[in-house]
């Protein structure tokens, strides 16, 4: 079974610029996670799906960062503009209510170098 | 708020010594899991724990729950170098699918 797909792996970018994640889950799975991770910490959530519709974007700085996730497959993260503390890494994740306690499985994530 | 602590937050050892990593959580919560992750890669489902003295275990790795306490640990047991890593532990307090991640302990186990 294929696992989370993410692209770019890598980004490097001045500030100011726009930059797009994509993300395509683990196939079935119906909720899929956009996180940040920063150096040394624990990833935080930006976004939440349950199919095409996004159900928790209370923590996505909206004045800047959005997200869509047509026919409830894939989905884009973007940034417009980017800043200086927008370089992190962007993960993606997936899970099922038929997976083991809805565990969610990650991509292998996105690093974005803001300069 | 729901917070989740880990310590320690490094932690250097030799290989075959025991150690426990601790995850202490503020609220009341009704699944737990750990994560691995290596330098530079995804996170690594570990184990997830539903009930109050839950245990599971794999290899040299042994997680347990203590929903009482508010308490996890991750044990391991005469360490291999191959368990480097960061480990973390994160809560989902409410059943809505949203985690709160624990820093991370960073391991790193000495040939």
């Known amino acids: 079974e294929a696992g989370v797909v993410q692209s770019p792996r890598y980004k490097i970018i001045e500030k100011k610029q726009p930059v797009a994640f994509w993300c395509n889950p683990i196939?079935?799975?119906?909720?899929l996670y956009w996180y940040r991770q920063n150096l040394g910490q624990g990833p935080e959530l930006l976004i939440r799906?349950?199919?095409?519709?996004?159900?928790?974007d209370s923590q996505l700085p909206k004045d800047r960062f959005s997200a869509e996730r047509l026919k409830g497959v894939d989905s884009t993260l973007k940034i417009q503009p980017a800043e200086l503390g927008d370089s992190a890494v962007y993960l993606c994740?997936?899970?099922?209510?038929?997976?083991?306690?809805?565990?969610?499985?990650f991509g292998p994530g996105t690093r974005l170098t803001v300069l | 708020e729901l917070k989740v602590e880990q310590n320690p937050l490094f932690l250097s050892m030799q290989e075959g010594k025991n150690y426990t990593i601790y995850c202490n959580y503020s609220t009341t919560s009704d699944r737990l899991y750990w994560y691995r992750q290596d330098p530079g890669k995804s996170l690594e489902s570990l184990f997830v724990l539903l009930s109050n003295g839950a245990v599971k275990q794999e290899g040299r790795l042994m997680a347990s729950l203590d929903t009482k306490a508010r308490l996890s640990t991750l044990h391991i047991t005469a360490a291999v170098h191959d368990l480097s890593a960061t480990y973390f532990c994160a809560v989902d307090a409410d059943s809505n699918y949203q985690l709160i991640w624990g820093a991370g302990t960073k391991l790193i186990i000495k040939p």
């Open positions: 799906y349950e199919n095409e519709e996004a159900v928790d």
């Open positions: 994740a997936s899970s099922s209510t038929l997976s083991w306690a809805d565990t969610q499985y």
């Open positions: 196939s079935g799975h119906n909720t």
